[in-house]
């Protein structure tokens, strides 16, 4: 790709030829229990813009799943990458001491919305810092039970489906799936408040249901060992809880000495504007797991703790390839240019793609709802304002007319668009972004014969 490029630019309408081939053999030899949505084989990339096997540029709001947080092989990163490369590439930080795996853990210690020293445990998922977390939590407080909520993912490992309750088919033939002894509450959906408040006066009903129900008839608060929580819900469908909502929630755990586990594999790494999505809310949580951005790409997980919490012994949990000593470098970089500037950009950007959003609200019926903050924006589809029928077929045509116009993007929950960009995201780019997004809507709204 030339050293300056814009996106969108389709010159054969994908999948090209090349595509199509992988696509294929694909088909034969990968397991077919992944989830494409559409038909997109990256060749290359740089910030914000993939080009794909045939030479079509894309405009990339994906970001590989909200992972690039530094946009595409940013060259500071690489540069980081290929200095440890060099080095070495391994040695197993569970049996070896490397200096890359030591500087991070004090890097997150000092970025980990939690009070005081702080200790860190490397995996390499998502999944693997919240198996770390869910094993932590029980071995500190010798309590047995998890709560967790509906709609949430932390992962498919496991234990970390045990948490998941996201879609069902992600549990459906595992039976019985899961480590037994989580309890799930309802999570704050308030554009779809079933007692019918708003956000700026409810009390947090939501977790009526945790206290009076399931804390009165199924487990005693004394035998839950910790509270998992994304901050704001990400696979569940970019949902925003209000203020109330965490705050009663961590008063709670306090209350009766359960930890409070934060997810932030998805809303972490400044993609919310702040480094953590715990910052917005004030919270302070006694475990943070880590992982989708927190190495611009590379395999890293991370459950933080707090350090009189993480007191397992050696060999109470270990993983040979976690905390790669190429990954852990990563991190560093990606961190310095979080903190440098990416964060910001992700606030700034973030703030003008939404305002987009919400007039793109205006003059499209299919919006029911625009939610998110910095570069973490939910938009949910609805067939009709009154009813908020679910539009889930529509927004999967919504997300195929945006690729076949150059821009990737992503479902997420039955009926909602995300917009997870990498976080080099600029202006130009959330302008087009804004554009695209209006004709794919309009093109299906013109096919469900919906007007605004
Ligand atoms: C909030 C959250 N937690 C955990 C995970 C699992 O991460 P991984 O796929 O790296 O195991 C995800 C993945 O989407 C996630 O969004």
Redesign the pocket.
């Known amino acids: 790709m030339p050293p300056t490029i814009t996106a969108p630019l389709i010159r054969v309408g994908p999948p090209g030829p090349r595509a199509r081939a992988i696509i294929q053999r694909d088909a034969e030899f990968v397991s077919p229990s992944y989830t494409r949505t559409y038909p997109f084989v990256i060749a290359r990339g740089q910030g914000a813009v993939v080009e794909d096997v045939d030479g079509n540029l894309f405009l990339d709001c994906a970001a590989g ?2 992972v690039n947080s530094t946009g595409v092989s940013h060259p500071d990163v690489v540069r980081a990458i290929v200095e440890q490369a060099q080095k070495f590439l391994h040695m197993s930080g569970t049996d070896f001491y490397y200096e890359a795996q030591v500087a991070l853990a004090r890097e997150v210690a000092g970025i980990v919305p939690i009070a005081g020293p702080v200790r860190s445990f490397f995996g ?7 198996e770390a977390a869910i094993k932590l939590a029980r071995y500190h407080t010798k309590r047995p039970f998890l709560i967790a909520f509906l709609g ?6 496991m234990g ?1 489906l045990s948490l ?1 309750a996201s879609r069902a088919v992600q549990r459906r033939g595992f039976g019985p799936t899961t480590a037994p002894g989580v309890f799930h509450a309802p999570y704050a959906d308030c554009y779809r408040c079933p007692a019918g408040l708003k956000p700026a006066t409810c009390q947090a009903e939501c977790l009526d249901f945790l206290e009076e129900q399931t804390l009165v008839h199924l487990v005693t608060p004394d035998e839950v060992a910790a509270i998992v929580v ?1 901050p704001i ?3 569940g469908g970019y949902l925003v809880p209000p203020r109330q909502f965490h705050d009663r929630l961590q008063a709670l755990a306090r209350r009766h000495g359960m930890l409070l586990i934060v ?5 972490g790494m400044g993609r919310t504007g702040r480094m953590f999505a715990s910052e917005h809310y004030g919270l302070q949580p006694d475990i943070v ?1 880590i ?2 951005g927190v190495a611009s790409g590379l ?1 890293l ?1 991370i459950a933080a703790a707090r350090a009189e919490v993480m007191d397992w012994t050696p060999g109470a949990h270990a993983s040979t390839f976690g905390g790669n000593p190429v990954a852990c470098a990563a991190a560093l970089e990606t961190i310095r240019l979080l903190r440098e500037s990416l964060i910001a950009n992700a606030a700034a950007v973030g703030a003008y793609l939404m305002d987009g959003v919400r007039e793109l609200q205006q003059r499209h019926p299919l919006i029911g709802d625009v939610r998110g903050k910095g570069l973490m924006i939910g938009i949910e589809l609805v067939r009709d304002r009154a009813s908020k029928a679910r539009a889930t077929a529509e927004r999967d045509e919504v997300v195929t007319e945006a690729f076949n116009r150059g821009l990737l993007i992503l479902g997420a929950g039955r009926n909602a668009l995300r917009l997870s960009p990498p976080l080099v995201l600029d202006r130009g780019q959330a302008e087009t972004c804004l554009r695209i997004l209006d004709e794919a809507l309009s093109a299906v709204e013109r096919r469900h014969g919906l007007v605004g």
């Open positions: 799943i909200a390499n998922s998502g999944a693997e810092a919240n949430s993912f932390h992962g498919r490992t970390a998941t994304e819900q990400g696979e997810d932030e594999v998805q809303s797991t992982a989708k395999p997980g």
